[in-house]
């Protein structure tokens, strides 16, 4: 717990970036239902502490776009927006058996299981103290849904991003393959872009940079991590301006 803050966290409201493929665990597809749990755990518990919790996440779990093949990237991304949908779906569900009032909004309308995205509705849900599950990507195709977490985040104005993945922070190459990869506490928009650093994708990190939104990038194996980045401890990496 951060001393100075006496406990207390320095956000107010945040965009949570969930990747398919945490989703599933080590499996590799599908839903670690373990998983889902402790990520319920965690926003109900930041949210407890009355921080507004926005969700974005992704459908690496079920469908990747670049999966298909000599198929047309419009549809195999449009494929990939259905994807994040069940996925919301089974988070909200999560969130909802643990006694959280949810809402999940999509950028492609389907009216019979979630709500239409609507910013004004979405912040007033914020407002009200639940959580709000962003679905759909940005409803076009060749938009990542970390494109997707910097446009809502914009759009809601959110203090950060806080980018949970199956990394502990960033570095210079896949510490998986190199021991010698350089791990950063922080490093600034640009040097991302100009080292190709893959932590999110350019489009993202360049609506980050111009819209001033510091990113939190942390793993998600590691429990209470969640809390731990809204409580201001220093893990994992913040990518912002010097």
Known sequence: MNVENNGKPIYNRVVLKLSGEALAGKQGHGFDYDILNQIADEVIGINSLGVQVAIVVGGGNIWRGRSGVGMDRSTADYMGMLATVINALALQDALENKGMQTRVQTAIEMRQVAEPYIRRRAIRHLEKGRIVIFAGGTGNPFFSTDTTAALRAA???????????????????????????????????????????????????????ENRIPIQVFGLETHNNIKRAVLGEKIGTIIKEE
């Not at 950060?160 to 960033?170: E, G, H, M």
């Open 155 to 209: 759009e809601i104005e959110a203090e950060v991003i806080l980018l949970a993945k199956n990394i502990d922070a960033v570095y210079d190459d896949d510490p998986k393959k190199n021991q010698n990869a350089k791990r950063f506490d922080q490093i600034n928009y640009i040097e991302v872009i100009n080292r190709g650093l893959t932590v999110m994708d350019t489009t993202a990190i360049t609506l980050c940079m």
